[in-house]
């Protein structure tokens, strides 16, 4: 699917996003390292971003716009998702700007969750999800479980925790998203992403490394890839990152791997 650059810039430009959080006059967020020889993780929001080595500083920087211009939009139309029902259009906003912006999705709906046991426990089915989308990835594979792995290292304190727990629950739902950047064999861009919605008994305090048990919680997930047009992100760059400007560093927080 081809995407108008123009068209594009229009549909970024006329986003209506929630007000930032500290107010139009906030200081502008210190940059992000990213660093293109290295594998690197970031918290965005309710995302995890992950990147293999080799995607370029530039493109790092371009797609945790993007997720988040994604996500502060969602989150303009549905503030506080209060059901599955709720959440379902939650998504549907996060991909419809991902679709407008350059990500070619093979997106499907939300879908039950098949437990494999008694309990479910969100770091363990993301990496159940994962070990099938990513065959034939194994170096992204690898980085996303490095990820979750470092994740279940941080104490509650860290800035990544207050980050993710802040913007994927509400009272008694979570939504969350994990995502891996890659190329594939021509060398394009590509993403992995395996998106989450829980609706439980009770007011869900954490989401990742909490194991709820099988009749307390109800879970959907979609799993998928999106090849990214690069070019059309960096024809994006400077109408996304007005939309996001002061916003940043409220939202995104590096994690070591």
Do not use: C
């Not at 980085?143 to 990544?160: C, E, F, R, Y």
């Not at 009770?202 to 690069?230: C, D, P, S, W, Y």
């Amino acid at each position: 699917m081809s995407i108008d650059l123009d068209h594009a810039r229009s549909f970024v430009m006329g986003l209506d996003l929630p007000a930032p959080r500290f107010g139009a006059t906030a200081a502008p967020s210190a940059p992000i390292d990213f660093d293109a020889a290295r594998d690197q993780a970031l918290v965005v929001g309710s995302e995890v971003v992950s990147f293999v080595q080799g995607v370029t500083a530039e493109q790092r920087g371009d797609i945790v716009n993007s997720t988040l211009l994604a996500q502060l939009r969602a989150k303009k139309v549905v503030p506080e998702p209060r059901s599955l029902a709720e959440i379902r259009e939650w998504y549907n906003q996060y991909f419809t700007v991902l679709g407008n912006i350059g990500f070619v999705t093979q997106q499907t709906n939300l879908q039950h969750y098949r437990e494999k046991g008694d309990g479910f426990q969100a770091h363990e089915a993301v990496l159940d999800v994962a070990a099938t989308l990513l065959t034939g990835a194994p170096t992204a594979l690898a980085v996303l479980t490095s990820t979750v792995q470092a994740l279940k290292k941080m104490d509650a304190g860290n800035p990544w925790v207050t980050i993710f727990n802040r913007e994927s629950r509400s009272a008694n739902t979570a939504h969350f998203q994990v995502s891996t950047v890659d190329r594939d064999p021509t060398g394009d861009l590509f993403v992995a992403l395996t998106a989450f919605a829980l609706e439980a008994e009770q007011k869900i305090t954490q989401v990742l490394f909490f194991k709820f048990r099988k009749n307390e919680v109800r879970i959907e997930n979609n799993a998928g890839k999106a090849t990214i047009n690069a070019t059309v992100l960096a024809g994006l760059r400077a109408q996304i990152e007005q939309k996001l400007l002061t916003r940043s560093g409220d939202f995104v927080s590096g994690l070591d791997i």
